[in-house]
């Protein structure tokens, strides 16, 4: 009777040291997980960061967007804003097109007119075109030059500044 109780004795103690074995490599397991996946976070948004400024660059490079050859060459990152303009007209006909909500462009130098909206009416004395009427909450961005033909004495020219164009993604629903 006593080498039975000693028995399940060392049964109990036996399976109490199998559980503590057990929750330790899962402890060790779940602080090995933790620092693996600890810069992941921050790996994703740098990522998503350098895809957004990729996009930028690539609607900005778009024939319905670029300066193209009419500014002589190939210009990256070269907005003409003629194009834009005309494209604000017509937005309704690229509804769905580059999956954003909205595109905005921005003049930063010179800033004459920094808070005016651009319509056909105020073009080119403002200061942001908004293609869709609708507001920027996150944004993807990237700096482009903004170019545009204008007659001076009779000579058409290119002038150019610095802007930056603003991307508003979808919002999932």
Do not use: H
């Amino acid at each position: 009777m006593v080498n039975r109780k000693q028995g399940q004795m060392k049964i109990q103690q036996m399976a109490f040291m199998l559980m503590a074995i057990t929750l330790f490599f899962v402890l060790v397991g779940m602080f090995v997980i933790v620092i693996k996946f600890s810069g992941l976070k921050e790996g994703a948004q740098m990522l998503e960061d350098r895809n957004a400024m990729f996009l930028a660059t690539k609607i900005s490079n778009s024939p319905e967007f670029s300066c193209g050859n009419s500014f002589g060459g190939d210009n990256i990152n070269c907005i003409d804003l003629d194009k834009v303009m005309i494209l604000k007209n017509k937005i309704g006909d690229y509804t769905g097109f580059w999956g954003l909500d909205n595109i905005e462009i921005r003049w930063l130098y010179p800033n004459e007119f920094p808070e005016e909206i651009c319509t056909t009416i105020t073009y080119p004395e403002c200061g942001i075109i908004n293609l869709r009427d609708k507001p920027i909450k996150s944004e993807y961005s990237n700096y482009v030059a903004l170019c545009r033909k204008i007659s001076l004495d009779g000579q058409v020219y290119d002038k150019c500044e610095l802007g930056r164009i603003m991307l508003a993604p979808k919002e999932i629903k």
